[in-house]
């Protein structure tokens, strides 16, 4: 699922934002986060941290020493994970495709909804109403009194609407918090060029050398003409280019929900003992979750369906509050429910069906330092493997790692080498 | 500690070609076997689509100079590939983008 046309929803500062919302009378003095992987660099600055002189990138002695006052905060990325999770969850109720780009920013696909949501004015009010309304939601879950005490929403998300990533997100950047910029189509180029270079997210070299050749704008770079720019800063200076011209439009790329995954048991003689029953759930549940489709999700609807003797049949059902890729999560509900209502006779097939899911660990928990260092080994575990197997099968590795030995180089084939992989 | 059979392989190494030119720039391009040879089989010859940039390359003046012109073109099969003139020999090579 691509689209062309989308929203862009902007959240700056999104951790420090979550913060906030968890920590209520916190903005009344100066603090920061720390890097998640790094705790001697200040990571997400508040405001008042900020009008003291406190960057983000700065060493915590740095910081403290420009405010003595400030209070630094250990991140907790599992939990922003969770309250962007709930975001897009919201957004997906506006469009089917949803593409987070990191923590805090997302497109919303916006093709072929005209006859639902109306104009592109309609479309923006539409995600106001869902950003604010999760917002709120989260605001009220996390923390009731302050949602009891009638403060306003928050409005800290930036809306843009555009053709493809690039110009929706500019548009954004421009939006006054809580309101929108929307882009019509065939206005983009006009639109870029007054845009500064800062929005094109260059490496700081290359931010450098454009400054030098006293370019300030998109439209002074597109005033070069491609070639030049090519010729100074290769692949990348033309992409630059098109971006800065508004030739070049990213779709906005949809993660498709996967299909319904289902794992049955059949048991040679009708089974009625509750304990077994759990058993054989929990191994439902573990050859479900192995089950290749749902890497990558977790689960939000399990149901457990049982063929009963004599042709009648059984269901429980469980949504998950916190969806989960974790057994002892998943089973506990259908636990508690099989002990409350337990079939009325004795059980003859038993089945467990993952029916909803939510985005996982990779689309996610980019920021969790914990699931980012366990997909990191659960790569090199079957990396190794598969190094083991190709030795014994064809006598060599066979695998190469690729290394940088001049990637500066202009000459092509010296900037990147193979060499035996070895773990 | 690395093993004997460690060692560096250079990537995206250039390949001889042969490549017929119209107005100066490159019109079709033909892969050359190691020597060669004329075979009964006819050459596996593909017309360039279109030429998306052109640049020159010079370095290393000061020990084995370089001096190419290069073209990134596309094939008429949809591929995207990089032919230069290797402006000291004469030769034509291409390579991935």
Redesign the interface.
């Known amino acids: 699922m691509t689209s062309l046309s989308a929203v862009c929803c902007w959240i700056p500062l999104f951790a420090l934002r979550c913060e906030e919302e968890r920590r209520p009378g916190s903005s009344a003095h100066p603090w920061a986060l720390v890097a998640p992987e790094d705790a001697r660099h200040v990571w997400q600055v508040s405001a008042l941290a900020r009008a003291a002189g406190v960057k983000a990138g700065l060493t915590v002695s740095q910081a403290v020493g420009l405010c003595p006052t400030i209070t630094l905060c250990e991140p907790d990325p599992v939990y922003y994970d969770a309250q962007f999770a709930k975001l897009l969850a919201a957004l997906n109720a506006v469009s089917p495709v949803i593409e987070p780009a990191e923590l805090g920013r997302v497109y919303v696909g916006m093709d072929g909804l005209e006859q639902l949501h109306g104009s592109p004015e309609e479309q923006i009010e539409m995600v106001q109403c869902v950003v604010r309304g999760a917002w709120a939601l989260t605001a009220s879950t996390e923390n009731p009194v302050r949602t009891a005490g009638n403060h306003a929403p928050r409005t800290t998300h930036r809306l843009g609407w555009g053709k493809g990533k690039f110009v929706s997100w500019v548009a954004a950047t421009r939006a006054r918090p809580g309101s929108a910029v929307i882009v019509p189509p065939g206005e983009e180029g006009r639109f870029l060029a007054s845009q500064p270079l800062a929005v094109l997210s260059l490496d700081p070299d290359t931010y450098r050398r454009l400054r030098q050749l006293g370019l300030r704008t998109l439209g002074d770079l597109t005033a070069l003409p491609q070639e030049a720019v090519v010729s100074q800063f290769g692949r990348a200076g033309r992409r630059m280019w098109r971006l800065a011209a508004g030739a070049l439009t990213e779709s906005i790329e949809g993660r498709a929900s996967p299909e319904p995954i289902v794992v049955a048991l059949t048991f040679f003689t009708p089974v009625a003992d509750l304990r077994m029953l759990v058993q054989t759930l929990e191994q439902l549940i573990e050859r479900a979750l192995k089950h290749p489709r749902r890497s990558g999700w977790r689960v939000r609807l399990v149901r457990a369906r049982a063929e009963l003797e004599h042709g009648a049949s059984w269901v429980l059902e469980a949504l998950l509050k916190e969806p989960s890729a974790d057994r002892q999560r998943i089973i506990a509900p259908l636990k508690t429910r099989l002990e409350q209502a337990p079939p009325t006779k004795a059980v003859e097939r038993l089945t467990v069906e993952f029916a909803a899911f939510a985005p996982g660990t990779t689309a996610l928990q980019l920021f969790a330092r914990d699931a980012g260092a366990a997909a990191r080994a659960g790569r090199r575990r079957a990396l190794r493997n598969a190094t083991r197997e190709i030795a014994l099968r064809l006598r060599r590795p066979m695998l190469y790692r690729v290394v940088p030995v001049q990637p500066w180089s202009r000459i092509p084939e010296r900037r990147y080498a193979l060499v035996d992989y070895e773990l | 500690m ?2 004997g ?10 390949q001889r070609v042969q490549v017929e030119l119209e107005n100066g720039r490159p019109k079709a391009v033909r892969k050359l076997t190691a020597a060669d040879r004329p075979t009964a089989r006819p050459p596996d010859r593909r017309f360039i689509e279109s030429v998306l ?3 020159r ?1 010079d ?1 290393e003046w000061w020990r084995q100079p ?1 001096s190419r012109q290069c073209y990134e073109v596309v094939l008429e099969t949809g591929g995207r590939v ?1 032919l230069f003139e290797d402006l000291v020999t004469g030769e034509w090579w291409m ?3």
């Open positions: 690395r093993s059979t460690d060692k560096l392989r250079t990537l995206n190494v250039p940039e052109c640049w390359i370095d370089i990089v390579q991935q983008p």
